[in-house]
Each structure stands twice: as structure tokens, then as C-alpha cells.
């Protein structure tokens, strides 16, 4: 469990003990349970914040409440990404402009938007809402196993991320994704139905990524992340979730 502890405390700002054993690559494979115990505590939040607040307030709150546990960590990629992939440079100087710790106007609007399409999704959300409260922070820390294993890392001379792909990641270390499907399964027959929408999400992004770069970064990782995040929170509210 040291490596699951190593990944709550490098993705989140939750108490996990004492400081575990840094091992980047070792770690990933936990980052869709560290998603789960996220979506625990969104759903436990949810059912108490429901008894004095409208769903709509509630949805601020829950979109608050992810930042905070997270430390904006996604986030903060989601900006830099932003930056350097809709800045229309030659790659290289995209990449140096993901690395610029300043955040500039498509950052903010990026970051912006994906506020605004999380608020949206969970005020919107009613059928099954604790599971899939608890299962979307889980698919979307799963697509960055996906990402990992479908591109290279773009800095390979060094960078923040190097670590994480010391080791490649190969199909039996996906058993966090296997997981989360077998939860949703909760659904009914609509687990078919987010299987394929967190497939097709996550698909698409990585393959604008692939398109633009032909390879990925730690902030286009947190890019990944937040953007299957709020559009399948999006997907889950049509209908009113049902």
C-alpha cells in the first residue's frame, strides 16, 4: 500500500501518513483508486451538503471542493496545456511555453470552461448520482494510464514527468481501470453507456494530442484528466442522469 499512499499524497492534498517511498512509475497504476477514494469523499460530501443547499449551490461546492483536494494540481496542467497547444507554434516552442510557470489568456479561458462545464454536469446529475459521483474522478485519473501507454513522453532529456514513464505501461497495470468497470456496473445498463463515453472522451483528447505533438507532458496529463472529468460529468447529466 506504500505506493498507494505515495500517489493520494503526490495527486492530492488528503493526510496519508507519513511521507511514502517516492517511486513515480510504481504509483501509477494507483492513480484511478487515488480517483475513487476522490469520488468517495464527492458522494459523502454530496448527501450531506444536499440536506441545506439546492443541487445547484451543491454543485458549486462540489466543484470548490475538487480543487481543494486536488490542489488545483490538474488544473494548473490543464492552464499550462492550454497555453502552449492553442498558441499555434512550432512545437518545440510549445512545449517551452507549457513550461512558463505564467499563465496566459487561453489558460485562464481553458480553466474557465472547465469550471463552468463541472458545475454544469453535477447540477444536472440524478439518477444513480452517488456512483457516479464516486466512478467519474476514477475514469478520468484512468485516462492518464491510457495516455501513458498510447505516447511518449515529450520531454525525454528531462522534465518533471520523466520518472513516471521510467517503466512502460503495460496492459496488466491497467487493473485500476478493470476496477472501476466492474463499479460501474452499478448502473446497470448504463455502465455500456459511460464505458464507451469515457472511452471516446479520453480517446479524443489523446488523439489531439497525438495530432498536435505526437507525444505528451505532466501538464497535458492534467489536461486529460480535468477535461474527461467535466465532459463526462456533462454526459451524466442528460437526461437528468437517467
Not at 24 to 46: C, E, K, Q, R, S
Not at 103 to 131: Q, T
Not at 156 to 184: E, H, K, N, Q, Y
Request: glycine share 12%; hydrophobic share 55%.
Amino acid at each position: 500500500m506504500k505506493h498507494f499512499r505515495s500517489a493520494i499524497q503526490f495527486m492530492t492534498t488528503l493526510p496519508a501518513g507519513s511521507r511514502a517511498e517516492f517511486d513515480a512509475a510504481a504509483m501509477v497504476p494507483w492513480f484511478p483508486l487515488v480517483g475513487l477514494l476522490l469520488g468517495g469523499l464527492l458522494a459523502i460530501f454530496d448527501s450531506l451538503a444536499a440536506r441545506w443547499w439546492d443541487l445547484s449551490t451543491v454543485a458549486v461546492l462540489e466543484v470548490a471542493l475538487l480543487v481543494l483536494v486536488t490542489g488545483a494540481f490538474h488544473l494548473d496542467g490543464l492552464g499550462d496545456s492550454a497555453d502552449g497547444l492553442f498558441s499555434h507554434r512550432p512545437r518545440e516552442r510549445m512545449l517551452e511555453i507549457m513550461k512558463d510557470s505564467r499563465i496566459g489568456a487561453m489558460g485562464v479561458v481553458a480553466i474557465c470552461l472547465v469550471l463552468a462545464v463541472k458545475w454544469a454536469g453535477l447540477s444536472g446529475i440524478r439518477d444513480h448520482r452517488p456512483l457516479l459521483l464516486i466512478l467519474v474522478p476514477a475514469y478520468a485519473r484512468c485516462g492518464i494510464l491510457l495516455a501513458m501507454r498510447l505516447l511518449p513522453y515529450g520531454r525525454p532529456d528531462g522534465g518533471t514527468g520523466l520518472a513516471f514513464f521510467s517503466r512502460p505501461v503495460a496492459r496488466r497495470r491497467f487493473w485500476g481501470l478493470a476496477v472501476v468497470m466492474i463499479l460501474s456496473a452499478g448502473l446497470g445498463l448504463k455502465a455500456v453507456w459511460l464505458n464507451a463515453a469515457f472511452f471516446l472522451t479520453a480517446g479524443a483528447v489523446i488523439a489531439y494530442y497525438r495530432r498536435r505533438l505526437n507525444c505528451v507532458t505532466g501538464d497535458m496529463l492534467g489536461a486529460l484528466t480535468e477535461v474527461t472529468e467535466a465532459g463526462l460529468f456533462l454526459l451524466a447529466a442528460i437526461g437528468g442522469g437517467q
